[in-house]
């Protein structure tokens, strides 16, 4: 392998009018920089996109799983480059524009670099994505992980192969765009961003705007439910709580205030189970490597205790019960008439979901901890 051997990537999925013009480019580039090269294209088109990119001298790869996250970390795997290029095979990226990355990889204090889409041709991106999603987006993995990026979600960069190798990919899906950012971001990669072009696409796009741009807002949640999930379910609860002592405490639930009880014992339920899904995320976060186990997640995992949990789970939908029960009985001694106990009968409700909340939480807690092969209680 020699000094400047060159890996470019091409993920595709039936590209076979563009496949060709952006192997092309890149080769013509290569050979004027005077690199060894390998392309290696990862396919799952049914036309002729793998036909005319080995005619090209391009190695072409079938990942068992599709996905575009899947496509790349597969052809990580085939790439021998010092260097790996990722592009698209739709030609909205000019590979002509590949010398000023490259270049600017060359500088030993830069371990990654990524071609910022500043020129966007007419057509290009649609208005959604261009002032709503890709800044929102984008915006938001700034925030959650102290960046400074400018564009998340550009498919043209280079990463050196010392570099990638610590990096923890594992998304299949178009997630990954966010995922590299971030694990470059944790791993302390030196990078720069470039401004490239952008233009459109000849064949029909296969993003799905909402469900592709929720599979990164997931993705972040992974990493980072504490601003997303336990925090405002942390305040929603309490206002429930707050909402619900002081109502209790002026009394005339049944004709004054009915509706601001349903309301606060909603609010209730409602922070409960968004701590939960906090716990839930944070917890297969840990257990499938997204992060290092430590902190918060660390001291929950390691106390964690199925039956401690569940008995305090119980508990509660014992006291719910009990409450209940003590409604039935007040309603069959009032003879199956007009009945006032609407206090009780909220409180029955809390008490009953929040522990059948606790208990789930466990044993979801305790199966991943099993399957995973950690020790738990």
């Known amino acids: 392998m020699t000094e400047k051997y060159i890996s470019l990537i091409i993920p595709a999925m039936n590209e076979e009018k563009t496949i060709g013009t952006c192997i092309t480019k890149a080769i013509d580039i290569f050979d004027r920089l005077q690199l060894s090269w390998e392309v290696i ?3 799952n088109s049914t036309d002729r996109t793998s036909h005319i990119a080995r005619s090209l001298g391009a190695k072409v790869i079938t990942p068992e799983k599709l996905g575009y996250g899947n496509a790349y970390i597969e052809g990580f795997a085939e790439a021998k480059g010092e260097y790996i290029i990722m592009a698209d095979a739709d030609d909205t990226y000019d590979l002509h524009e590949l010398p000023c990355l490259i270049s600017v990889l060359n500088d030993k204090k830069v371990d990654y670099v990524i071609g910022t889409r500043s020129n966007i041709e007419k057509g290009a ?11 929102v987006l984008t915006r938001t993995l700034n925030i959650l992980f102290n960046t400074t990026y400018s ?6 960069r280079i990463i050196k192969r010392s570099a990638l190798g610590q990096l923890n990919l594992k998304s299949g899906g178009m997630e990954f765009a966010s995922e590299m950012m971030i694990e470059a971001a944790k791993a302390g990669l030196k990078s720069k961003e470039i401004p490239i072009s952008y233009y459109p696409r000849i064949m029909p796009s296969k993003l799905h705007s909402f469900q592709d741009g ?21 305040l929603v609860f309490i206002i429930g709580l707050l909402l619900n002592i002081v109502i209790l405490f002026q009394g005339h ?3 004054l205030r009915m509706h601001s009880v349903i309301l606060s014992s909603l609010l209730l339920i409602i922070g409960t189970q968004t701590i939960a899904a906090g716990i839930y995320m944070k917890a297969y976060g840990a257990t499938h490597g997204l992060y290092e186990n430590k ?21 509660f939908v014992v006291i719910g019960i009990v409450l209940g029960l003590k409604v039935l009985l ?9 009945l006032s106990e609407v206090e009780s009968a909220v409180a029955a409700m809390i008490f009953s979901i929040i522990g059948i909340q606790i208990i789930f939480t466990a044993l979801f807690i305790s199966v991943m901890l099993s399957e995973r092969g950690i020790n738990n209680k």
């Open 41 to 43: 294209v990862a396919d």
């Open 125 to 135: 991106m649609p208005l959604l994505h261009r002032y709503i999603g890709n800044p």
């Open 151 to 156: 564009d998340t979600h550009s498919g043209m």
């Open 214 to 234: 929720w599979r990164h807002l997931r993705y972040m949640m992974l990493y980072k439910p504490m601003p997303f999930l336990f925090i405002p379910g942390t």
């Open 253 to 255: 639930v049944e004709t």
């Open 295 to 315: 902190g918060f997640i660390k001291k929950m995992l390691d106390r964690h205790s199925l039956e401690k949990e569940g008995i305090l789970g119980i508990i």
């Open 330 to 338: 007040a309603w069959v001694y009032a003879g199956y008439g007009t």
